[in-house]
């Protein structure tokens, strides 16, 4: 077993864990945190999406391990029921999801394109949401709600 | 978990701590880049490792420039590859690879840490690195407890997920050499979003008027090829059975044939050849075209 060392969501939590132990199942096993989904473990579909370090990855893909003494943030930390981040309010008011199985990993992707880009062209919109799997909404719901958490964002910044 | 032993995990600090974690390893041992694909692999039980070497703490990041070359730390992710692609002639090495990052099948979510020395160490066929580097004329830079020995692209990719590295060794850097090509096309052949590619071309417009072609995903291993400029344009039945010819014949020198998977029979692959190579062309000509009107 090796301990590790994680900064979840602003806390210091630190695990012991088998080297081939998977981030995704650290995150929610050790640490207690199951917004994180495990769907495919093969690193296609994305559901399991969280920011290391502020940049996305599939955390089926990552060792525990290999994280070790990095920042992480999760599903958990983006909003609250009563102040919900711009992106998770125009998911829901767009209808962007239907069985909400991919959305914690669709909405931290979307999360790091308006931090990385706040105003991205639709390449880039389709581009970002290319590594999450949606087997309900076709996407179009999807593109419409990125569209209008730009134009929320947009607006949010304007003096 | 499987149950085997626990493997042993290290995350050298850098090269020297790797090549010395190295020293003496067997089969078993697995080096972990990026994780995109040795991970997965890990879970499903398609690999088993007996020790765990994480370069993920080694450096071997970064792009620098070496006598007529770009040297590329095997540990750069596609993302900063991406982002190295700001003013750079069309025919730069890096565009290619530029070119191939943008259209990474799995999202930023890989770009963010897939690797090019992990794509190529990987060695599998149907990803986009190891048809670039044999159309790069890229050199393998590994390194091991008994030295540093280069390896050409062409030599490296022994077959689908076999390549010249030994054991102890490690990808440590890429060399792309300035070549003469004058811009570069690529075309990635797939059926949907999320699949692996039928068939991968890099196409490259050289200064003596040629052309330098590379195939993926067609076979075990990535092939290159010399082909005749299409004086009468790419959609010329001619020319299209001059590069079906040499495709042909660039994969039965490498001892490679026309794979069949359950995207596509050997048949299919060996139609679509011309085809997708045509649309790597074109978009090379349209590269150079540009450039050669940017310089009038």
Redesign the interface.
Known sequence: MNRIRLNVNGEDREVEVDPRRLLVHAVREEVGLTGTHVGCLTGDCGACTVLVDDRSVKSCSVLAVSADGARLRTIEDLGTEDDLDPVQRAFLEEFAFQCGYCLPGMLLTVRELLDRDPDPGEEDIVQAVSGNLCRCTGYGPILRAVRSAVRATREADRP | ??GED????T?PADLDGVVAALEGADEGTVL?G????V??A???GHVV?SA?V?L?RAGLTGIREEDGATVVGAMTDY?SLLAADTDRGPGHPLRLLARAA?GI??????R??GTLGGSASYANPASDVPGCLVALGARLRLASARGVREVPAQEFFLGAFRTARRPDEVLAELVLPHGDALAWGYVKFKLA??SWPVVTSAAAVLAGGGLRVALGAAADRPVALDVPAPHRGTADPAWRALVADGAARALADRGAAFVDDVLADAHYRAAVTPVIVARAVEGALRGADRQERGRA
Not at chain 2, 6 to 9: M, Q, V
């Open positions: 978990m499987t626990t493997p042993r995990y995350a972990v990026g994780g995109t694909m991970v997965p890990m879970t499903h490792p765990l994480d993920g993302a943008a099948t799995g999202g930023p979510q890989i963010n840490r979003e999320s």
